[in-house]
Structure formats: structure tokens, C-alpha cells
């Protein structure tokens, strides 16, 4: 789960680590309200969306004027201006893709002496296991652009968590950002901080871009970039108070309230699939027949006839859909309540598209029969490899 940057910033100074001063600004009026507090005499109006990239973003609407989605304003006026032109406009990032997050909300920070830019992050390390910091001198730059053209900039380290973290690596952070003095001791301190932050609050990814060092030589946390494991959200309930649904897709959303494991995509199949290797290997099936999936949707092993129906709800909200396959391998789940949630959503929905349905396991001569008797424009397939086809070749001669 993401949040915005101003509740990052909320959660990191609950550990003692310094920010930048801002408030959060839903309207223009909050943006005014905010300068006045902070007392200027320079802001930066900063877009809040789950993306990054928003310095060097575009706004679609042209009344958004030609400045990105974080700008520095040298007067209250200045905030109001660029207050109205953000809020309720569409800003389009290397992240966003080419439909852009509307935004909804601002942060209006205090300007800030910047002496140098850094950049620090802690994520999972998966080869290791272990929580790793990767830092680079080069901060205020895309990381990815750092990674390839100068990967030696960049330096990575793994915390034990046996022994968890120590001075020594206070000591490293600071070299490899190339601190000294009271500045790298500042260095140890924040490292043992937001490693406390990161393992306390469950957190999936920290990014800080960049850390700066200000001009009397202090470290402050000038932008927070956080995400937290979605797996361990039952036991910080404080965190998920900061989701906010208007930024997830809403059809994920709505999966999420009936235990459907869905992800959105690009393609004009649609799929439900139960397991996660056989919802993957169904997709790639169908990119091989030249055709792709409109959706990664898992309905898990324990599927009712209410859940089918509801997946099928989910899946042809999307209007990028033509077709649809199911795919269910049934050992748990039966073929015949199968069968019977997909004919009850069809007709509930007035189903349009082709609809492939591919059954195996238990029931599944029970399950193929009610499929059969059902009067239905249902198409039957035998195996994985004859159901892709077959609905990649009815799309085709739908559209044609």
C-alpha cells in the first residue's frame, strides 16, 4: 500500500527524523492558509499523487500552465496560482503512463537552503532477505538513469537482523554519501532511525529524493516516498487510516471486498483463473496466440457461486474487455459451482463478448454439462492450449 508524501513525512518525524515544514492543501484556500502558517518567504507547491516523477511531469489541461507538478513560489499570490492550476487537473509522469492521476490534494512546504542533493532508500532485499540501504551522492536524479549509465555511484548495503543495525553502519551510509564531520554523524543517527521506521512499520520501500544537506551542514528528509506490505496492514491499523482509494484503480478496490486477488492491464482478455500459476501461465498462453490480458484476477481455491458472479462483474467493467476466458483447474473448488456462477453471471449481465470456459478436475463432467444444457453462447474447451485459441480466434472474428 502507498501513501503520500505528506503522511510519509507524518509517519518518519513520529521516529524523530527531520523533515521539510509543510501542510497537506485540498483546496486553494488550504494552500493560502498553509503559506501564511509557514511565513515564506519561498513555498513549494507539491502535487500529491501515488507516482513519481512529478517535478518533471506535464499536466494535460492547459490552463494547468507549463511548470510540472512541484513548482517553487516566491509569494503567496504564487501559491494560489499554482494551487488553482494543479488541483483537479491530470499530471502525466514517466510513472503515471499516458492517462496521468488527477490531483486531488497538495503539500505546501517551507523553502529550504539546499547545500547538496543525496539519495538514500531501504527496501526488501529478496536475495538476502534481509533489509537493504542503497544510497548514491546522486540525489534529485532518477535513480534508474544513475543505476545504468553509473552503477558505481551507487552503494548498497544488508542489515543482519540478528544483530540489527549498529554504528558501523551509520559509518558506511556516511561514506557513501560522502559526509564528514557533524554531518556524518547525523548520517548514523538517521540510518538507525528509519531502519527503526522500516521494520516497525512494516514498510515495503522507503525512498528519500533527495536527502539533502542543508547550508549549515544538517541532513533533512526533503522528499519520503513510502509503500507498505499489504500482508501485514491487520496489525498497523494507523497506516491503512492513510489509504486512499481515489489513487488505486477501482476495480481492484472493488476485488479486494470479495477476496479476489485482481491487477488491471492493458489487454482485451479478460481472465479468471484460479491460482496464481495458473492465472499467470493463462496469460501467457494467450499473449503466445497473439492476443492479450486485460487482467490478472485469481478467484483463490474456495470460489462461490456469488464470488464467480462478482468476478465477472469485475472483469467486464473494464471496457477494454472483448472476451472472456475462464480457466479452473477444480481440487477444492468444484467445476459444477463453476459452471453455475459463470451461467448466473452471464445472464445477470447480459454477457455480450465471447465467453470461453476451460474446466478440469472435480465435477468436471457435471460442471460441462450444466455448461451444455445451459442455452447459452458458452464455448467449451478441452485444455489450456485449445481454450486460448479459442478465444483469441472468437475475439478476432468478433471485432473483424
Not at 21 to 35: L, N, P
Not at 177 to 183: E, P
Amino acid at each position: 500500500m502507498n501513501i503520500h508524501e505528506y503522511q510519509a513525512k507524518a509517519v518518519l518525524r513520529e521516529f524523530g527524523i527531520v523533515t521539510g515544514e509543510g501542510f497537506a492543501a485540498f483546496t486553494v484556500e488550504d494552500a493560502i492558509e498553509a503559506a501564511s502558517k509557514l511565513g515564506g518567504p519561498i513555498w513549494v507547491v507539491k502535487s500529491q499523487i501515488h507516482a513519481g516523477g512529478r517535478g518533471k511531469g506535464k499536466f494535460k489541461e492547459a490552463q494547468a500552465g507549463e511548470l510540472g507538478g512541484v513548482r517553487l513560489a516566491k509569494s503567496e499570490a504564487e501559491v494560489a496560482q499554482y494551487a488553482k492550476e494543479m488541483l483537479g487537473n491530470t499530471l502525466v509522469t514517466h510513472q503515471t503512463g499516458p492517462a496521468g492521476k488527477q490531483v486531488n490534494r497538495l503539500y505546501i512546504e517551507a523553502g529550504c537552503a539546499i547545500a547538496e542533493e543525496l539519495y538514500l532508500s531501504l527496501l526488501v532485499d529478496r536475495a538476502t532477505s534481509r533489509v537493504s540501504f542503497v544510497a548514491s551522492t546522486e540525489g534529485g536524479m532518477d535513480i534508474e538513469t544513475v543505476a545504468s549509465e553509473t552503477p558505481e555511484k551507487i552503494i548498497s548495503f544488508t542489515i543482519d537482523p540478528a544483530t540489527g543495525i549498529s554504528g558501523l553502519h551509520g559509518r558506511r551510509l556516511a561514506a557513501a554519501l560522502g559526509l564528514k564531520g557533524a554531518t556524518a554523524k547525523q548520517a548514523g543517527a538517521l540510518a538507525a532511525k528509519l531502519y527503526k521506521a522500516f521494520v516497525e512499520k512494516d514498510m515495503a520501500m522507503l525512498e528519500i529524493n533527495p536527502l539533502v544537506v542543508t547550508d549549515t551542514g544538517d541532513l533533512v528528509c526533503l522528499d519520503a516516498k513510502v509503500s507498505f506490505d499489504g500482508n501485514a496492514l491487520y496489525r498497523q491499523k494507523d497506516i491503512l487510516e492513510l489509504r486512499d482509494l481515489t489513487e488505486e484503480d477501482a476495480k481492484e478496490v472493488k476485488a479486494a471486498e470479495y477476496d479476489l486477488n485482481y491487477i488491471a492491464l492493458d489487454g482485451e482478455i479478460g481472465c479468471m483463473v484460479n491460482g496464481a500459476g495458473l492465472a499467470m501461465a493463462t496469460m501467457d498462453i494467450i499473449n503466445l496466440y497473439g492476443s492479450s490480458p486485460a487482467n490478472f484476477l485469481d478467484v483463490g481455491g474456495g470460489a462461490t457461486r456469488e464470488k464467480v458472479t462478482e468476478a465477472f462483474k469485475i472483469i467486464t467493467s473494464d471496457d477494454n474487455v472483448k472476451g472472456i476466458l475462464v480457466n479452473i483447474f477444480g481440487g477444492i473448488m468444484r467445476c459444477d459451482i463453476i459452471a453455475e456462477g459463470v451461467i448466473a453471471a452471464a445472464k445477470e449481465l447480459d454477457l455480450t463478448v465471447p465467453l470461453v470456459v476451460r474446466l478440469e478436475g472435480t465435477n468436471v463432467k457435471l460442471g460441462k454439462e450444466i455448461l451444455a444444457n445451459s442455452g447459452m453462447a458458452i464455448i467449451s474447451a478441452d485444455n489450456l492450449d485449445d481454450a486460448a485459441q479459442k478465444i483469441v480466434k472468437a475475439v478476432k472474428e468478433a471485432n473483424s
